[in-house]
């Protein structure tokens, strides 16, 4: 079975520029996550979906930042527009349902915004 | 505000030996408990999971559990330099919203 597929796996880019990143769950499961991981803070859950409603979003750090999950197999984070402090590996995460709460997360996307 | 808390390490253990890592956690109401391990540079990988009071093994991997304490451990039995790594330990409520400790860097030696 495919993991949890993210795109790109890298990312360089300008301050200022959109970024968008991608997230493919693992098929039949309901909950999706977006984190940030950082040396500084660590990893920090941003927001997370279920059945593609998003259910909390305390954890994004602005209004540059906005996550969408158009349906059960697709979800993009958006940063608009990016800064340098943005740079971090950003993972997503998904679980099968609300009595299994394993995550499974995918490779990553490394961002650099230069 | 939930925290998780783990000794940051690093962690240094000869080959074969036991590795103990600790995990504490400030939310009483807490409802499942989880171990990943994550390799520098690629995704935190699930290790183990544990919902009740008690040891859960698998392999040589060993999860306690201890809800009074607020405390969970992850010991792993004759340690090899593979399982050099960030072990991090994720905490749960009724939901599926995780808060991950800062993680415990293992460093196993040959």
């Known amino acids: 079975d495919a993991g949890v597929i993210q795109s790109p796996r890298h990312e360089v880019t300008e301050m200022g520029q959109e970024v968008t990143l991608r997230c493919k769950p693992i098929s039949g499961h309901n909950s999706l996550f977006w984190y940030r991981q950082t040396m500084m803070r660590g990893l920090e859950l941003l927001i997370y979906f279920n059945n593609n409603v998003p259910i909390d979003d305390s954890g994004m750090p602005e209004d540059r930042f906005s996550a969408k999950m158009p349906n059960a197999s697709f979800s993009t984070l958006k940063i608009q527009p990016s800064e340098p402090r943005d740079s971090a590996v950003y993972f997503c995460?998904?679980?099968?349902?609300?009595?299994?709460?394993?995550?499974?997360f995918g490779p990553g996307t490394r961002l650099t915004v230069l | 505000q939930k925290e998780v808390e783990q000794n940051s390490g690093p962690l240094s253990v000869p080959e074969g030996a036991i590795a103990s890592l600790n995990c504490t956690y400030s939310d009483r109401v807490s409802q499942s408990f989880f171990w990943y391990r994550q390799y520098s540079g690629k995704s935190p990988e699930l290790i183990m999971s544990?919902?009740?009071?008690g040891d859960k093994e698998d392999g040589r991997f060993t999860a306690q559990l201890n809800k009074a304490s607020q405390y969970v451990s992850l010991l792993i039995r004759d340690s090899q330099p593979s399982d050099s790594a960030t072990y991090l330990c994720a905490v749960g409520g009724y939901g599926q919203n995780f808060v991950f400790g800062p993680g415990t860097r293992l460093s196993v030696l040959p």
């Open positions: 995460a998904s679980s099968p349902t609300r009595n299994r709460v394993e995550q499974f």
């Open positions: 544990i919902y009740s009071n």
